[in-house]
């Protein structure tokens, strides 16, 4: 009787933990600069990284200038290859800095209004159609030199890109097309 009442005890801690935890999921981020950004968030839309946002391209074989620069050697790219990609990342770059600055300063704007206590039905509106509109514009930039790096790669690069990137086994190509 005792050990199941040591039992019961036990189970009831560790559920009142489980729904303390459940029910402050956001406790801590009050704290960030800007609430819906993580610090690595930011520096990654500062720096043009793709944060997943091509992810409709790299992960149906369209590769992205970044990783086919990284795996160069291992894919063999000819010199000329090289430079192309080496430019379109360069581009997406120039391309895709402004935007992720840009989106930071609009999600900093919403915070404020939220935090200054001004924000309206009109200004949230407003606001939510500026960040959606530069979220889309980052995302086709990054979509965008997915496409144009793949046209650059010959099939077997691209399936030796698939298979180190570790999305294909080697001889699974039965069935994958490519289309430039």
Do not use: W
Request: charged content about 20%.
């Amino acid at each position: 009787m005792r050990r199941l009442f040591l039992l019961a005890a036990t189970l009831l801690v560790m559920c009142d933990a489980a729904n303390a935890q459940s029910s402050q999921p956001y406790a801590g981020l009050e704290q960030r600069p800007i609430k819906a950004l993580s610090h690595q968030q930011i520096d990654d839309l500062q720096t043009g990284r793709g944060m997943g946002l091509a992810l409709a391209a790299e992960l149906n074989g369209y590769p992205g200038p970044s990783h086919v620069l990284e795996l160069g050697d291992r894919l063999d790219l000819t010199p000329d290859q090289r430079i192309r990609v080496q430019g379109l990342f360069e581009a997406m770059k120039q391309e895709t800095v402004p935007l992720g600055n840009k989106l930071v300063e609009q999600e900093r704007e919403l915070d404020r209004l939220f935090s200054a206590g001004v924000v309206t039905s009109e200004s949230l509106k407003a606001t939510i159609a500026a960040i959606s509109e530069t979220q889309a514009q980052l995302r086709e930039s990054h979509l965008k030199y997915h496409l144009t790096t793949a046209a650059l790669l010959d099939q077997s690069q691209l399936q030796q890109y698939a298979e180190l990137r570790g999305y294909q086994r080697p001889d699974s190509s039965k069935g994958h097309k490519h289309h430039h």
